[in-house]
């Protein structure tokens, strides 16, 4: 797919996923022990061979940059293409406030002219699958489609209560009607925030966009021009997650701690890339107890962990209990402690003898840094 | 080419024999240790905590595995444009080649390489041991004294001195003598194999020594032997932390074992020292309910249904439900099925236990760790004894057959 | 100096740069041909043996991240240590809009105690010059300083009506009293927005600042405190031009021309780096007429270049007439045109038949991209 | 390692014994060309122009300098964490080594190489020429018409027939027929030294070829007429762009030449297809008062206070006021004195030509180019008649003498 270029939109600051997007983007939120969400949209466009990535982000991308880096994990470090960091283009005094994601793209729409891929693939940052994405351009292929849309047919029990992009199509794949609602869905296909099409009529559509004014390319670009364009839908059988609230977050998650899915979502297309950081093995003391968790590298485990997902470099002392929590990079968990249904960012110090328990449909979420 | 203060010439074609069935088909420096790294990854990452960021490798026995292994050196943050990591097999002139024929030899045969860098200083190392030093301190310490040699020191019990390279010193740690491997040494300061030579002096060494028809062409049985003759300053640096020559299948086993100490003498955890390798991208690795793990190492990749103790695990190994693995050391994506017993053993890469198998039964065959070289697969409720050594040549009169995978030949 | 960090301040947005800071901070502006302004601190320093550099910039940095990219045209591509941006950290609705550069130092104060350097290089991005760094510290040690702040004996001909930050000395080389003005200088002595110290003292300062509310790092955290600390002065002898106007940006490139300068600045301590492009070399054709010019690789000369300095990849055809100017990448002059006394960003299209003309001290600026 | 679908073995061991002097320290891919690249850019950057990645350098004669210059591949943008570029010397092996013998046998010694990728496909490349070609397009040649072999082929003036590898053809392109440097030719279409072979045909092929002792070992007299025999489908595609062997001064200099004019052949300004090269890090150039350019390539770094009219200049070239530069190619760091007149001259790196000498005085001496090798200085007021070669070594009898600089071989 060298033909093809990778956008990933991480402009969206509307999500819900309150202080663990206090201090990064969407796609910089730390996801499965080692890696950032982006990572499987990124690693997925790269194990595909898209060589041009550009991610279009926030301005509060410290994190996003430090993860990305110069894109060499993702063999990305290029002359030619590789990968681009594109924070919004505005200054201090010419900010209004509610740019929507078409303006984004418009301003940068130098990139899209100067870049040589004939083809686009556009993706929010949130998403969670393995995916070939040469699939997708096949199918664009066979339908002689203007624009292919991925999608996942969602059971009513997995639902949740939150606005999804559900999809009406018709016996031949195309779609027929889309829109964004809670309750009454058109159909159990959601779509997963993915497209494909040529990049001339990205360009046109955006155009279009600012020419009338419009701010939201889906909405406006899409739902509107369901006559105008060939709109097929691809679906995406396997495992695919959308991170847009502590809920989904936490839900999907733990969703890794069973074996089917963390295969296939580690595994099944290619291996999924992050940011090295050279940790050791995880150490397991004399007094561990550790059952139906996932460990990331660098953790020193002297106390009992259940049901959990613990990040680089995390130390629980003997005493010390982790249950149904998440436990993000460096977190320490002194003896006597207890952390149970909580998200704990980076950096959390829980000192001895204290008690931090959630509901598992209402977990706690501790900010980075806090010494509790 | 930008002038270097320092290039590191790192001796990397140590054939190991000592370690069987592990050096197969890797130089020794290629060797997997502490479930993570190979030895080498010790000395590469040395150099670059260091700030020395040009490395020659040489390499001779198996190169193409440790060239493909080391690449451009980014794994290590050595892929600098200016300097970086050049691996370096003997390569034939035109007026043809031979195998490097002693450690001074290998440098000699590189001496352009070296000249290209016009170099104050060579650091010459070995890719065998396990240790974390920094080197730009070594460096220093050479430059206060206006050494011409400084040679890495450590102390090793006396009983054990006839195994090493002795060096004689006086009160200011000068060097007033070297014996080789003696009998009845007069001190217990070992040579660690690691030199700093001031390169015009060595360049004119090597030359010297080449000429010499009786010579080894070795850095201890030679070199330094006739700088002392030509009343050289020669200065020994004290070392005094983790130092250890993982040459057998025992020793390697043990430094495996010290790891899992709760405070072990060499710290993998120290931030501002760390000890890099290729990544072998595995997601986080996953307990399973009803595992038991405790006193031990376990990398990415890893999936624990059973019970793993005192063990060190390599990325990628599965251990079955109702498995035990007890002080083993299990090497990439070996996969162990269900009720399986595995007791001190050391199993090669990509090996298979198939269920209800035990793997060094104790008392069945000689003491010692039993070792499976990589590939090799133990059938449906196999008994292995212990201490013997199978690989995928010999593994017939065990019952045990070969992977059928391809031969993972420069599969790194 | 791998015991020093580097720090690039270009986080001050009240350059009088006009249209040059358009769409890009000061560090980004294109100089000298072929450079952005901060090559010359950025090679400094590495130059000079630093190993980690942070470079706080705004948040339209796009330019920015574009050109220094992965640090890696400067060897700072490293896994501990290396070249880090450093965008401000606020959301959009919590920007309040008056910052000082104090307020930017705290806010990555987390990167200050992160990195394993015991002293500190600040620079400001906008200086140009070619200094040995040891130097400075060499001064830092021999004086037993708490602070060394460079400068530059500037004569009262090179003088302009900027506010300047001159310095009273004494016999060894302390400094007495400085002040930010415009007509009353103390002494020949003007800092050149360059100072060396220990990183917790720069910390200290940043915090004692931020407890007092002070935003200003030179008047409040030096000029306050000038009996507190050992402050001295390291005088930078050769040539170094600060750019802080269009008149200053003007006048200090075309000193480029001399070829005394031209070298000094490049050649000095160590040479300068920047982007690489792979541009070929320059073409003259047979009616190429050029005199007293610096021309950047890839340009195409067919017409007239005198004392002027063309970037990248720029063209200029048969019949035309460039002059006393500066022509950025990609410029294209065709044919009957002239341009005298301007500044032409990159991009720049002047059509057949067209004249521009600027005056010496009040030269012509010409926004990126425009098409006369 | 990962698995490739195609790698390139790229043959960079030639010594271009015809380019005389220029030769003496540098293979032929190592020689500088249009001011800023070296013969082997073109190949590099075609690679990575084309999505090729993995690269191996087969060098032979002064192997160090290509390697130094390669490094890990970053100014080519083949620094890859997968794949890559890989300078590959002849090297020692436990039995010995020899040199590469032929073309076919330099792959053949990289065997092991080439198979640690398990590549579809591998592109045999040739670092002796000047051209710019998309490989990605012929690899799809070659997949469409489900091929053995493709040969890239390139129609040349029939006169000039018998100094090239003829192929031919039918109508589709399929090669019936090689002819070797023939008499009466039957086409004119020549092989471009580009092949592209089935990995495993070749593999086998080459094995075969190795037992022959008959055999050069080479692709065109052995390895293509092997296959034309065993009535393999190999096809010949067509390249109609720009493309030179600069095996002789004369085609050196007239390829330079070549580029000044308007529109010349070789467009190196394609923004598309970017010819990559180690960057000399030099200020932008330096045009003075009073100095006149014309027709001519000038890069960074250099400084003309006199007159230059159709020629070269690589980096940081002087040339001083009064003189006269004709028809010439001046290498990295030359300097010209004042007064000087320099006609039809090729000059090596960092000569230098003191004030009021001629080079090159036309009637002087034989017809052709003045060449001087690297390193020459013309001392006050010497007169070089045209068509001499003029090195560090004969320097003299011109009157000449060497730069007191070091020798500066391997210091590119």
């Keep these: ?372 | 080419m930008t002038k270097q203060e320092c290039v590191a010439m790192l001796l990397a074609g140590g054939q190991g024999t000592r370690l069987g069935i592990l050096t197969r088909k890797l130089a020794k420096p290629a060797v997997p240790f502490g479930g993570k790294y190979r030895i080498i990854d010790f000395t590469l990452s040395n150099c670059a905590n260091s700030g020395i960021y040009t490395v020659g490798v040489l390499t001779q026995y198996q190169p193409l595995i440790l060239n493909s292994y080391i690449g451009i050196g980014s794994h290590w943050d050595l892929d600098k444009k200016r300097g970086g990591v050049t691996v370096l097999p003997p390569y034939v002139r035109h007026d043809g080649g031979h195998w490097y024929l002693g450690t001074a030899n290998a440098v000699y045969q590189n001496i352009e390489f070296v000249d290209q860098y016009d170099p104050e200083y060579v650091l010459v190392l070995s890719g065998d041991h396990i240790y974390k030093m920094d080197y730009s301190i070594l460096l220093d310490y050479h430059k206060e004294r206006e050494a011409d040699v400084t040679i890495a020191v450590i102390e090793v019990p006396w009983e054990e001195t006839h195994r090493f390279g002795i060096m004689n010193t006086d009160k200011d740690n000068v060097i007033l003598e070297f014996q080789e491997k003696p009998k009845e040494a007069k001190n217990n300061l070992a040579s660690m194999g690691v030199y700093v030579f001031n390169w015009k002096l060595l360049r004119k060494v090597l030359i010297e020594d080449e000429m010499n028809k009786e010579s080894d062409h070795d850095f201890g049985k030679n070199i330094i032997p006739m700088l002392l003759d030509e009343k050289k300053r020669i200065f020994a640096y004290p070392f005094r932390h983790y130092w250890k020559d993982v040459g057998t299948i025992e020793s390697l086993w043990q430094a495996n074992m010290d790891l899992l100490l709760d405070q072990p003498e060499l710290d993998l955890y120290e931030r501002d020292w760390k000890i890099y390798s290729v990544n072998p991208n595995q997601p986080v690795q996953f307990i399973a309910k009803g595992a038991h793990v405790t006193h031990s190492l376990i990398n990415e990749g890893c999936q624990i249904y059973g019970s793993v103790k005192n063990s060190v695990l390599f990325p990628g190994v599965v251990v079955g439900k109702n498995s035990v693995v007890n002080d083993s050391v299990l090497m990439s994506d070996t996969v162990i099925g269900e009720n399986v017993t595995i007791e001190r053993t050391i199993m090669g890469e990509e090996c298979t236990v198939e269920d209800n198998c035990v793997i060094g039964q104790p008392g069945e065959g000689p003491e010692g760790i039993t070792v499976l070289g990589e590939n090799v697969v133990a059938t449906q409720g196999k008994v292995i004894p212990s201490g013997v050594e199978i690989n995928i040549e010999n593994c017939h009169e065990f019952g045990c057959a070969p992977n059928g995978l391809k031969d993972r030949k420069g599969d790194l």
């Design chain 1, 1 to 372: 797919m060298r033909d093809v270029l990778g956008i990933i939109n991480d402009t969206d600051i509307r999500q819900k996923l309150k202080d663990l997007t206090r201090v990064r983007s969407t796609a910089a939120v730390p996801f499965g022990g080692r890696y950032r969400i982006i990572d499987f949209v990124l690693s997925n466009m790269t194990n595909s061979g898209i060589k041009n990535i550009g991610i279009l982000t926030q301005s509060y991308n410290r994190s996003l940059l430090d993860h990305v880096d110069s894109g060499r994990e993702w063999d990305l470090l290029s002359k030619r293409d590789g990968l681009f960091v594109l924070p919004p283009i505005f200054r201090y005094d010419q900010f209004t406030g509610n740019l929507g994601d078409v303006d984004h793209y418009y301003n940068h729409m130098d990139y899209l002219t100067r870049s040589r891929q004939q083809y686009i693939l556009i993706s929010n940052s949130n998403v969670i699958y393995n995916m070939d994405y040469r699939e997708v351009q096949q199918c664009y292929e066979e339908k002689k489609a203007d624009i292919v849309i991925v999608y996942k047919n969602i059971q009513p029990e997995e639902q949740n209560n939150h606005r999804v992009l559900s999809l009406l199509l018709d016996n031949n794949g195309q779609i027929r009607d889309m829109a964004a609602s809670k309750e009454n869905r058109l159909s159990p296909a959601v779509a997963m925030e993915t497209a494909f099409m040529k990049k001339s009529l990205f360009m046109e559509i955006v155009d279009d966009c600012i020419a009338r004014g419009y701010r939201d390319f889906t909405k406006d670009g899409l739902i509107k021009n369901l006559d105008k364009y060939n709109i097929f839908g691809y679906e995406h059988k396997g495992f695919a997650a959308k991170i847009d609230s502590i809920d989904t977050y936490y839900r999907h998650s733990m969703d890794l701690l069973k074996p089917e899915i963390w295969k296939e979502l580690f595994f099944k297309h290619g291996n999924i890339f992050t940011k090295v950081k050279d940790e050791p093995p995880v150490k397991y003391l004399a007094s561990a107890d550790v059952s139906n968790s996932l460990l990331a590298n660098g953790c020193h485990i002297a106390g009992t962990v259940e049901n959990s997902i613990l990040g680089r470099g995390v130390t629980v002392h003997a005493g010390a209990v982790v249950r149904n929590a998440i436990v993000m990079q460096k977190g320490q968990i002194h003896r006597g402690s207890t952390v149970e249904n909580a998200i704990l960012d980076k950096d959390v110090v829980v000192t001895p003898g204290k008690q931090l328990r959630g509901e598992r449909d209402y977990p706690l979420v501790i900010e980075k840094q806090a010494v509790i």
